[in-house]
Structures are given as C-alpha cells and as structure tokens.
C-alpha cells in the first residue's frame, strides 16, 4: 500500500500559499487550523459540532493519550479516530513538548526522555522509538518525530545539543515508521538563533520527510520576533512540502504566519479561552462575565454563522457563566473554533485572489491591540 | 384570545391514561418525563441535543431564574422560550420547593414567604401574586401556584395548616393570574395523610383549575408508602384534567405513578446521575467509572438510538469520566434523557395497546432491585 498522505501548493500570494493535503481521513485545505483534542475530545464539544464548527483535521496529543486510557488500548479499540469518533484527519504531536512542560522530574538524554507521570507517579520512557510506536498505535495520519525542545531563553551552547539530538532522534524516528497510512513530520529546533534554524532545517531536509513543523515558537518571544523568524525558518524548508507551526496562537499571529509561509497551525486558545467565557470575534475579544452584557439581546457576532451566535443572546451566554452552567463554555468554545476555522476560511480566498496582504493588513489594523 | 391550553384523554387503560396536552408552544404527549432546565439550561444539553433526545417539554425553575438573571430581565428578552432557545412547551414550578430546600432563613406566614437569596443573601419576598408574576414574565406554557411544601414527617397539626395556607394561596394565585396563553395548575398537598389530601384536592377542584399537580412526595417516604398514596390521590382528581406528580422520580417511580393515573414528570436523575457517571439502561443502571468499562467496546445500549449510544463505546465514556472531560457529563445525560424519553414512548405505545399492566410488570420484574 502506498502512502496515501499528498501536499500540493495550488496557488501563492507573495510568500502565502493555498494548499492541500490528502490524507487517510480525507482532504485538508490549507492553511488550516487544528481545534486540540488533548485527551481524545476537544473539550466540550461533540465531534458532531466539531464539523458543524467547521474543522477539518484536528491534533491528538500523544503524552496524555499514552498516559492514559493507553495508546495500546486505543489501538485494540481501532484507533484514535473510531475511539473518539472523529473519522476526519487527525494529527498528534510526539509528546516531548507536554512532557518538557508537565511531567515532574523528567531527565533528557540521547536514549530519550524519562519522567514521571502527572497521573500517577509512574516511571515513564519516552524515546523516538517509542513515540513513533505510541502514534502508529493511535494511527493518527500524521505523526511527530520526538524533539527535544528547550526553553525560551536557553544558552546558545545548549539550544546547539538540543538541535543535534532533535536531528539525531528524527533519524531514528524516521527508521522506526512503519504504518503507510500515516505521515511522520519532523521538528525543526533553534529557538530564536536563525544559524541553528538553519543547520537544523537543513539536517532534516536531508533525511526527506513528507512535512516540517517548527516547535519551539510562542514560548516567550514578542509577536514581532516570532514573526521575523518565522519568515527566515519557511525559507530553510523545501517549497513542496507542507509547513507546521506548532502551538500557534492567536489570530494575529497566524496572519503573520501565514505570510511568512506558514500551512498548518495548532492551538488550545479558541477552547481554553471559550471555557472562560473569553469569546474571539471579528471585532475583538468579549469577555462575556463583564456586566455590560447582562442585558444585551445581541448575538456574540451579528454575521456568525455558527449554532451559538444563530440562536444565543450575549445576554445568555453571560448568565451561562455567572451561574456556572456547562452550557457557556460549550457553547463559547463552540462559536471560538467556528470563528478560527472562517478565518483560515478568509485567509485562503485572500490568497486565492491574490489579496492576502491586503486581508492582512486590514486584519491587523484592526486587530492589534487585543488579537 | 382564548387559552390555548387544551388536555385531552385519548385512552385509558385500569387507570394508566393516554393523553395529549396542547400548550401554546405546541402539543405533548402524556404521560410525558419534563427534563429539568433549572437556571434556563438543562445541564450540559443545547436544546438542538434536547430535541434529539426526544424531550417535548421542559420544566424551568422559578426560584432559580427569579434570583438570577432575573425574570423581568428574561421578560424583557422575550421570554424563557427565546432566551435559551428552547421552543417547545415549558412548565416552571412556582419556587416554594427550592425556597423550602435552598434558602437560608426563611419565615413563612400567610402573607408568603421570606428568605435569602442563596447567591448573594439577599432579602426576598415570595408571595402568591409574586410567583404568578415571575412565571408570567417567564412566559411558561404552564405555570404553577406557590404552596407550602412541609418536610416528610411533620406533624398532622402542622400539615393541616400548611395545606389551608396552599389552598388560600392558590386562591390568590388564581385571582392574580392574567396570562391566556399560560395554564395555571394547583398544588395537592397533605403529606402521606390521604384525608388532608383528599380536603386539599376537594378546595382546589372546586377552584377548577386546568391542571393539578401532587406535591410533596418522594421527599422521604418508601416507593411502596408512594405509590399505594398516589392511586388514592389520583382518584380525588377530575379525570379530565391532567396530573403532575412534581419531582419524581426513578423509572420504576414512573411506572407506578403513571398505573395511578399520573400524566406528568419531572426529575434530575436523568442529567444529574449523569454528570456523575450513572447511566440508565433497560438492563439497570451502569456506572461508567466503573474498571469494568475500561476495555468495553461496546456503546451504553446496543439498541439504544441515541447520539451517544450511535457513536460511543463504554471505553470512550470510561475514559472522559476519569480523564475528567466536560464530554463525559455531556454524552451521558443525553443518553439518560434519551433514555427517559424511550421510557415514556413505550409507555404510552404500552397504554395505547391495552397492555400497560403487562409491560409495567414486566420491566419491574427486571427493574425492581435497582431503578
């Protein structure tokens, strides 16, 4: 069986580009934004108002999933897609990222990554090997190579050693990979050091895997410094194939991303947020606890399509919170992925018309402050 | 305008009845199960999910509403129906229970009822006219007159003068009443003292109102104290009018009641016991935190139709309750609303055939140790 996984760019606008992915589940146009279903549900939201939100591929994050139910159980189950009963594409990061910023007492090095469980204390090894394994059994449609990512702000010398065991650990990821049905992306580390992006890029696109992301963004650089090195990043990465910004972020960001030549994005935002009663529209974010609500007849955003803003007064969604009703956080996560997904919606027709840096800037104008 | 308020018994069947209600918001079926929406939600369900479950009215709770957001400010909005979008028929209770239950410090004389608010310790005042008031801001299709609701076990003495006080208050409900497209219903109450419930039926009766509930059971009596009471209850009733036995109950609560000739249910069991991992099921009750589940590939019910049962393995389920995901709550209470709702279709296909008897025997027989 050959891997059914594709990319083709169909169209650019200065450095923004229209794509598609084809993947075991389905089609993906891109760019795209990935809703984050962390424990095998994007939290508080149906797979079914998923669709209606407008998502077409979502992540899966392999650190919790492993830890529990079990990536062996999902897989005597038939996979992540049938265990949640998202039966579009799905994506799962590696779990070194989750495992860098929540596991206590965890030890790196070149075997792989030892912790301990946030669950229950257990002893945990996570090496490439074994983060390809744990994917392959969530048989998620593309997989992550395990990379070690440090944090904002680490020594050049130690940035220098990440970026060669990343380099070494997508080596053995890559031997590793088996399933045909399933893409294995790889990781380009450096943080903000551009001659470390650039080694490391290069590394990987040796080894000639079917998709890049770069890790390591949005974890303490102002907007303005991620956004000049990401322009510098996509230009160390092979035109044809797809690029992934993981992590990223708010919806400014993922304009500027996207100009800077960005395909896939990933975020807890539109759902963490929702479930805190902080709603993105296009005219700013509503913080639906404020009193100023209280008695406002007016849906979320007058021209939203979505279930929350066709049939829901702000007014509701307010008391929804003040009285600490599920509803609000399902409801509000709801309208934020709809919102996220019409942007990406926006973003390719700009492209698609040639007026992506127009959107753009008309976006940013408007949005700087707050978005 | 005339009331839209119609009740009509289409089939009777020993005393189980077959009936149709016809509300402003449009018909039900009876005898019918009321979900609950206590503060203008029925917990982690969008009304979309509501309708799919198979409920055709809902019940919304005075006291709640009335202290937040308000009833003038739902007035204002249009209404309960408008401002949670739900579109079907809703009945409210009057608040009594919820004062009697939730207030702190209330004092009751013949005037009404005085308390705190358990939000913000507010000064509140409920009285007749006030309850008629708040439900006719509400805008339920059914509204009902405020009582006096005495613990289980209070003495005759008292329980005498709390059923003078609920007659005398339904009086004033009556008189203060205005809405024609809302059905005012009385409240039996006597405690198990079945003359001070036939005294109270015989006052109300004369007071001829559309419909009569009978409160004040399942608060600490046995299923068995209930039911052989309510046969009797019901037989103080015009039969042309139909009945609401407020509260109650489990399934095999149901069965008995709607075998004495009750119409009408509401209960939280259903949204409750599922947020907490409690599944009802033909064959018993599951309790899906149970180890049991954690392999299970098997939905909830295998002939159940419900959204979750179509989608969802014990697995999935087992792993939102222990992974804590809003999901969990979320799919099981629409399951047991579901379930609910089946309960109450079979009942009425069961009266319908002339074979209550049998079918109330029968799922008894399997139900009796546990729902």
Redesign the interface.
């Known amino acids: 069986m050959n891997t059914p996984f594709r990319f083709e760019v169909l169209q650019v606008d200065g450095t923004a580009r229209l794509g598609r992915l084809t993947t075991a589940h389905g089609p993906v146009e891109t760019p795209a934004f990935m809703p984050v279903g962390t424990?095998?549900?994007v939290?508080?939201?149906?797979?079914?108002q998923l669709v209606h939100a407008g998502a077409s591929i979502i992540l899966g994050n392999t650190y919790?999933l492993a830890l529990?139910?079990g990536d062996t159980?999902i897989a005597?189950?038939?996979g992540l897609h049938r265990?949640?009963?998202w039966h579009g594409p799905i994506l799962t990061d590696s779990g070194g990222f989750q495992v860098y910023s929540l596991a206590p007492s965890r030890t790196i090095d070149d075997q792989g990554v030892v912790f301990r469980s946030h669950i229950d204390g257990a002893r945990v090894e996570l090496t490439p090997e074994r983060a390809v394994a744990i994917q392959e059994n969530l048989g998620s449609d593309i997989a992550m190579c395990l990379d070690e990512c440090p944090p904002f702000g680490t020594a050049r010398e130690y940035l220098r050693q990440a970026v060669q065991r990343t380099i070494r650990w997508a080596e053995r990821c890559r031997a590793a990979h088996r399933r045909s049905d399933q893409a294995l992306f790889a990781i380009v580390q450096g943080g903000t050091d551009l001659d470390l992006r650039q080694e490391c890029s290069e590394a990987l696109v040796r080894l000639d895997f079917p998709g890049y992301a770069l890790g390591g963004f949005s974890v303490g650089e102002t907007p303005q410094q991620m956004a000049a090195a990401l322009e510098v990043c996509a230009s160390f990465l092979p035109a044809d194939k797809p690029r992934y910004l993981m992590g990223v972020g708010r919806p400014s960001d993922i304009l500027r991303a996207v100009a800077a030549g960005i395909d896939m994005f990933d975020c807890v935002l539109p759902t963490r947020n929702g479930r805190n009663a902080q709603a993105f529209t296009w005219s700013g974010t509503v913080r639906l606890r404020n009193a100023v609500h209280?008695?406002d007849?007016g849906p979320l955003e007058s021209d939203c399509p979505c279930?929350t803003c066709r049939?829901?007064?702000r007014?509701?969604l307010?008391?929804?919170f003040?009285?600490d009703?599920?509803?609000g956080?399902?409801?509000v996560s709801l309208h934020n992925v709809s919102m996220y997904c019409r942007l990406m919606t926006e973003i390719r027709r700009a492209i698609s018309a040639g007026r992506f840096a127009a959107f753009q800037a008309a976006c940013l104008a408007r949005w700087e402050t707050w978005l």
Do not use: C, I, V, W
Request: avoid cysteine.
């Open positions: 424990q095998g549900t939290k508080g939201l149906t797979p079914e919790h529990r139910p159980l005597d189950l038939g265990f949640m009963n209280r008695r007849p279930y049939h829901f007064s007014a509701y307010h008391h929804l003040m009285a009703e599920m509803l956080p399902t409801l």
